[in-house]
T-cell receptor, first 114, second 115 residues
Framework: DQQVKQNSPSLSVQEGRISILNCDYT??????FLWYKKYPAEGPTFLIS?????DKNEDGRFTVFLNKSAKHLSLHIVPSQPGDSAVYFC?????????????FGQGTTLQVKP | DVKVTQSSRYLVKRTGEKVFLECVQD?????MFWYRQDPGLGLRLIYF???????EKGDIPEGYSVSREKKERFSLILESASTNQTSMYLC??????????????FGPGTRLTVL
């Protein structure tokens, strides 16, 4: 049972345009959501997160939107840069869990073309 | 600066060998995790530990075991390596004190090939 899903395996955008990466989840008990970025042969690095009590969080070029009724979140990158080319994972967790366990999606490979 | 290190970046082993993957974190984190990453499958949790000597199975524990004798070190053991365990293995750590989002910090990964 895949609780966190990224249905688009890949996305290609032109430099300077907007990249939109999507993520769906099934468990309404998740308290927070995170986005990670991963380059080949490196570990994932944290990008941005959002609490379930918010619907938007912004950090520079990166904005995450949360639609709780649709159980959907998206990551917007504006403007996209070639260095943003990587695999992006969304993840979800519950605040009541003291183990810090996260559920990850399958990942979306973003290619930003110069 | 936050640091999670893994003992090897690349490893080649033969079928049936016992394999040890080591992970060390210097952040005094309570929680540690082992994942494997395979194309199209994302990050799948193998085992995690929320305290010294404590461990819990993740989603795909079969064929693996773990050891956490010290807070900073979490080892993943493949008792008898098989070719379907060829993968990228990622270690992570986190702490409830880090904030509300339980951000996990990842090591660089170990690319394991089983021949």
């Amino acid at each position: 049972d895949q609780q966190v899903k990224q249905n688009s395996p890949s996305l290609s955008v032109q430099e300077g345009r907007i990249s939109i990466l999507n993520c769906d989840y099934t468990n309404s008990m998740f308290d927070y959501f995170l986005w990670y970025k991963k380059y080949p042969a490196e570990g994932p690095t944290f990008l941005i997160s959002i609490s379930s009590i918010k619907d938007k969080n912004e950090d520079g070029r990166f904005t995450v939107f949360l639609n709780k009724s649709a159980k959907h979140l998206s990551l917007h990158i504006v403007p996209s840069q070639p260095g943003d080319s990587a695999v992006y994972f969304c993840a979800a967790g519950r605040g009541s869990s003291n183990t810090g366990k996260l559920i990850f999606g399958q990942g979306t490979t973003l290619q930003v073309k110069p | 600066d936050v640091k999670v290190t893994q003992s090897s970046r690349y490893l080649v082993k033969r079928t049936g060998e016992k394999v040890f993957l080591e992970c060390v974190q210097d952040m005094d984190h309570e929680n540690m995790f082992w994942y494997r990453q395979d194309p199209g499958l994302g990050l799948r949790l193998i085992y995690f530990s929320y305290d010294v000597k404590m461990k819990e199975k993740g989603d795909i524990p079969e064929g693996y075991s773990v050891s956490r004798e010290k807070k900073e070190r979490f080892s993943l053991i493949l008792e008898s390596a098989s070719t379907n365990q060829t993968s990228m293995y990622l270690c992570a750590s986190s702490s409830p004190a880090s904030g509300d989002n339980n951000e996990q910090f990842f090591g660089p990964g170990t690319r394991l090939t089983v021949l």
